[in-house]
């Protein structure tokens, strides 16, 4: 069984900056993707940015772009995202995931929950404005 645990979460002032942490571990597998969603208060899981693992690309919700980046550290197994110019409105628990099945390598990155196997447990990222 494939585990993600996050860390890295907290309370931040407007415009502050914090760096999240997801670490992938458990029995061998394979990885097409991972990515990062966050449930705000009220509102449905989205998401905020998504990996390809092999190549390195990314791509971002529009309402992070620019502020927020992914990376991710093949040998740890751990992909991070740098949150930077935070807004009260990015107030949420960030969760991150995995997109393991068995993809066409040049397959499009998904970016809806559903398409994501493996989910980590959530860390709350709060923002005083």
């Known amino acids: 069984q494939v585990q993600l645990v996050e860390s890295g979460g907290g309370l931040v002032q407007a415009g502050g900056s914090l760096r999240l942490s997801c670490a992938a571990s458990g029995r061998p597998f394979s990885t097409f993707a991972m990515g990062w969603f966050r449930r705000a208060p009220g509102k449905e899981r989205d998401v905020v940015g998504v990996?390809?693992?092999?190549?390195?690309?990314?791509y971002y919700a529009d309402s992070v772009k620019g502020r927020f980046t992914i990376s991710r550290d093949n040998a740890k197994n751990t992909v991070y995202l740098q949150m930077n110019s935070l807004k009260a409105e990015d107030t949420a628990v960030y969760y991150c995931?995995?997109?393991?099945?068995?993809?066409?390598?040049?397959?499009?990155?998904?970016?809806?929950?559903?398409?994501?196997?493996?989910w980590g447990q959530g860390t709350q990222v709060t923002v005083s404005s």
């Open positions: 995931a995995l997109d393991g099945r068995p993809r066409n390598p040049l397959s499009a990155l998904r970016t809806t929950p559903n398409e994501y196997d493996v």
């Open positions: 990996i390809r693992w092999s190549t390195g690309y990314t």
